[in-house]
């Protein structure tokens, strides 16, 4: 019965907050168990009580301040000066903009509508398709859980019980490589369909560009350097970012007036309370399936299939790329890391960071992949695009994707190597 309400819900288009909440609620219902129906509203509580969560609204505000203060801007305009010159350049500084801004926003979701804005009609005036265009924006969304910092990286290290900090190192190696992956595909597809050849920015214009994007650059230094040097958490790094972005928005570009500060504050909240509802919905739920003890069922049956962990991460690619495309990637992590956390790590000996960074990637691939694919619908809506067609021309960059994940399940160092040093 819990599993048919699961479903229906799930079918009738409820929010999967509500959808997680209720079928919770349902199954300690049917069960009769009055403890655990007492221990609902706990439960509720307790799956938002950490103090590391506090970077994601934190994160969202930063990115919030950036945009609306001109900062985006700056960093596409410091893109150009480093790939626009190349054939299809300016399908390069959608990618170089986007890796930039997810070093900031750590939202995937939140990175393609705001570089959806910013890109996309400027690649269609240089003769660019439509779906082209936002299916590039839309894959650089794959860069913000794996290139610190990540929402999904905070959520990873605060349910696994691993430092946060350690969690962004390790996203570093592969967030580089993932993006390598999509310069070849850029470079490929512009070689196939002639696109034309960028320019140049004038040394004057360079120097301009540099010196009013530098300060831009100064947040995910702030960010990232500040973790990486010790000098601050990430929830502490995300409360700089916030800080830096609304002092050089209003006061070095001069374009965040504070009659804005309201609405950037509202969105700010509405978006990171969908979250956190989202997060305790799906912590009472994780409670219960832990409670019914699938964690061991589950551990039995994958050790009698395999006791190989690279085909143990092959196995988790394959079922959490299913899971992905029906259930929102912060809901599908928060469900999947206490049944399959403890197999990795007790079955199959598999380092925490390697299993967070192949997880969160993999669950971040449903944003784009079809029947629910949250950041196609994005994407559309941000550009006028039909999602099937943006979904066909993202085709060459989720191949990239996949062949990413299996290099990560392969080589364990591509996660661990600088942890470890």
Request: one cysteine or more; aromatic letters at 8%; a neutral charge.
């Amino acid at each position: 019965m819990t599993i048919a309400v699961f479903l229906l819900l799930l079918l009738s288009a409820v929010p999967i907050a509500l959808v997680l909440a209720l079928t919770a609620m349902v199954y300690i219902y049917v069960s009769g168990n009055s403890v655990l129906f007492e221990s609902y509203p706990q439960q509720l509580f307790s799956a938002i009580e950490s103090y590391g969560l506090l970077a994601i609204p934190l994160f969202m505000l930063a990115g919030e301040l950036m945009n609306e203060g001109g900062l985006t801007r700056r960093l596409i305009a410091l893109a150009r000066i480093l790939v626009g010159g190349f054939r299809g350049g300016l399908a390069y500084i959608n990618l170089v903009a986007n890796m930039m801004m997810a070093a900031i926003i750590g939202s995937a979701a939140s990175q393609i509508a705001i570089m959806s804005r910013a890109m996309v009609p400027a690649m269609e005036e240089e003769g660019y398709d439509t779906p082209y265009s936002a299916a590039i924006t839309a894959a650089g969304g794959l860069l913000s859980p794996i290139i610190p910092p990540s929402m999904l990286f905070v959520l990873f290290g605060v349910m696994a019980q691993v430092p946060i900090a350690e969690m962004f190192i390790a996203g570093l190696l592969p967030g580089l490589l993932l993006g390598a992956s999509f310069f070849i595909v850029i470079a490929l597809v512009g070689l196939v369909q002639q696109y034309p050849k960028g320019q140049w920015p004038s040394r004057r214009q360079a120097v301009h560009d540099a010196l009013w994007g530098l300060p831009a650059m100064l947040i995910p230094v702030i960010i990232i350097g500040g973790i990486l040097w010790g000098i601050a958490t990430p929830t502490e790094s995300a409360a700089l970012a916030s800080l830096a972005a609304l002092i050089m928005g209003r006061f070095v570009y001069g374009d965040l007036r504070l009659v804005q500060m309201p609405q950037v504050l509202k969105r700010t909240a509405v978006n990171a309370g969908l979250v956190i509802m989202l997060i305790a919905a799906a912590g009472v739920f994780g409670w219960v399936v832990i409670y019914e003890q699938l964690p061991q069922m589950a551990a039995e049956w994958i050790a009698a299939l395999t006791a190989n962990p690279f085909i143990f991460l092959l196995m988790v690619i394959g079922a959490l790329l299913l899971v992905g495309m029906v259930i929102d990637g912060i809901a599908a992590l928060i469900l999947v890391v206490p049944i399959l956390m403890p197999i990795a790590e007790t079955q199959f000996a598999i380092s925490p960071y390697q299993f967070g960074v192949v997880v969160c990637l993999t669950l971040v691939l449903g944003l784009l992949t079809p029947p629910v694919g949250a950041g196609l619908f994005i994407a559309s809506s941000m550009t006028g695009a039909p999602p099937l067609k943006i979904f066909r021309a993202l085709l060459p960059f989720l191949l990239a994707t996949l062949v990413t994940l299996v290099l990560l399940a392969w080589l364990p160092w591509l996660t661990n190597g600088l942890i470890q040093r």
